[in-house]
């Protein structure tokens, strides 16, 4: 085991991509705790560093050069932990993890929890629920295709995140345009620059229809500690899956519960997954759960502001704690109930303006709202896009009452944005 020398603090470093929106939460955590930080990113200069340090230039779509790199600075200034932060830096640490001594998942389960085919081989042979799927090469005909699928079904990308690519398709028609959308999409020149073999397939899985559900959790040697259970109250049908709303704790029966958490932690130990935060995303039917993703690291976004644990520590710090072996403390969520809404695209355009702001602030129960989007960046709305508009959090006495909240404050929010006009 790598500890850190009696001449040093703890050093970890942080791993994340320049589209992140949460290395800043992770980096606030770690001075908390007084740990040293270095960041890893594939940013080209650095823009915040509290500490002066420069951040290490990394690639994360070429895994074996981002180890090496990792590798040679551990060498000279030894790490206590590694975290990435997202799921692209994910595979790259486990690996450097590894060579480095350091707690962490094997190489291999971090690598299928990144393909979502090869995770599905993975939960159906290990008989975990998981809906029918396969997959086909971008190149094939989809025309030739669709007559052979079962219908409802969803299409997607092997190893993109936040719904981006995710349709609905009902019947032959809405199958051949939706291939071609996500074709297109995995073709685009932002994608291809990665170079990444997943990108040349896309999935079809049956829909499951039912209550879709996030689990935020903790594993420390293959025991899984369910942090949080989100309920995601706006129904998830398609065509597109943006995702809006998570609440916790969550409103569901408690057998209910009980066998989210269960199929959750089989779906781990299907993985190979054994240590650190895990994010899992599941519906909820009559025939019990499902598990749609199991990703290897913690939630998204800022939502994870929403999270609170023993006398008032954060997700990140107990993140932290638990790579660096730290004394993590107790770790029950918080009594109060709490949410946040990511605030979807309406449409692609440029981002003009918003209004309304101090108005959702007023909200009873409503304690930040954060628009993460700058003005004149150009938006892209689902499928081909992949981020949001910003969040909004709130916390109260129960769950209705902070989805009520949610609700009134993105009503009182006006957006303008303007739609490109296309080239002549």
């Not at 369910?226 to 057998?255: C, H, M, N, Q, W």
């Not at 896009?385 to 909240?405: C, D, K, M, T």
Request: hydrophobic share 45%; aromatic share 6%; proline share 7%.
């Amino acid at each position: 085991m790598n500890t850190a020398s009696a001449h040093h603090a703890k050093r970890l470093m942080l791993l994340f991509t320049t589209t992140g929106y949460n290395a800043q939460d992770f980096i606030l955590a770690a001075n908390k705790l007084g740990v040293e930080v270095v960041l890893g990113t594939d940013r080209c200069r650095v823009l915040e560093d509290p500490w002066r340090d420069a951040a290490i230039p990394l690639r994360f779509d070429t895994p074996a050069r981002t180890v090496k790199a990792i590798v040679a600075y551990a060498r000279k200034q030894p790490l206590d932990g590694l975290i990435p932060i997202g799921d692209k830096p994910t595979v790259a640490a486990a690996f450097a993890s590894k060579l480095l001594a350091l707690p962490a998942n094997a190489p291999r389960a971090a690598e299928v929890c990144r393909n979502k085919f090869h995770s599905r081989r993975a939960l159906k042979k290990a008989q975990v629920p998981v809906p029918f799927f396969t997959s086909y090469h971008i190149r094939q005909n989809p025309r030739a295709i669709a007559p052979g699928v079962r219908y409802p079904c969803v299409l997607k990308p092997l190893s993109l995140s936040a719904s981006q690519g995710v349709i609905r398709a009902n019947n032959p028609t809405e199958f051949e345009s939706a291939f071609q959308r996500i074709g297109a999409l995995l073709q685009s020149p932002a994608l291809q620059e990665r170079r990444n073999k997943s990108h040349k397939h896309i999935l079809v899985e049956d829909f499951i229809p039912g209550r879709e559900v996030a689990v935020e959790g903790m594993l420390r040697r293959g025991k899984l500690q369910v942090l949080a259970l989100f309920d995601k109250p706006d129904a998830l049908d398609g065509p597109f899956f943006e995702e809006t709303l998570y609440i916790t704790p969550s409103r569901l029966p408690l057998a209910a519960q009980q066998a989210i958490a269960a199929c959750t932690e089989d779906a781990t130990r299907a993985l190979g997954l054994s240590e650190g935060p895990i994010h899992a995303e599941l519906r909820l039917n009559d025939a019990g759960p499902w598990i749609l993703e199991v990703a290897a690291r913690s939630i998204g976004g800022l939502c994870s502001r929403t999270l609170r644990f023993g006398t008032g520590m954060s997700l990140e710090e107990l993140v932290i704690r638990h790579a660096l072996e730290m004394e993590e403390g107790p770790v029950l969520r918080e009594s109060a109930a709490a949410g946040v809404m990511m605030i979807p695209i309406p449409q692609s355009g440029r981002f003009q303006a918003v209004a309304g702001i101090d108005d959702a602030r007023q909200i009873r129960g409503i304690e930040e709202v954060t628009i993460t989007a700058k003005i004149g960046q150009m938006l892209t709305s689902l499928p081909e896009g992949s981020s949001y508009l910003g969040f909004i959090f709130a916390r109260g006495s129960s769950p209705g009452f902070v989805e009520n909240a949610l609700r009134k404050a993105h009503q009182q929010l006006e957006f303008t944005i303007t739609p490109e006009l296309p080239v002549i």
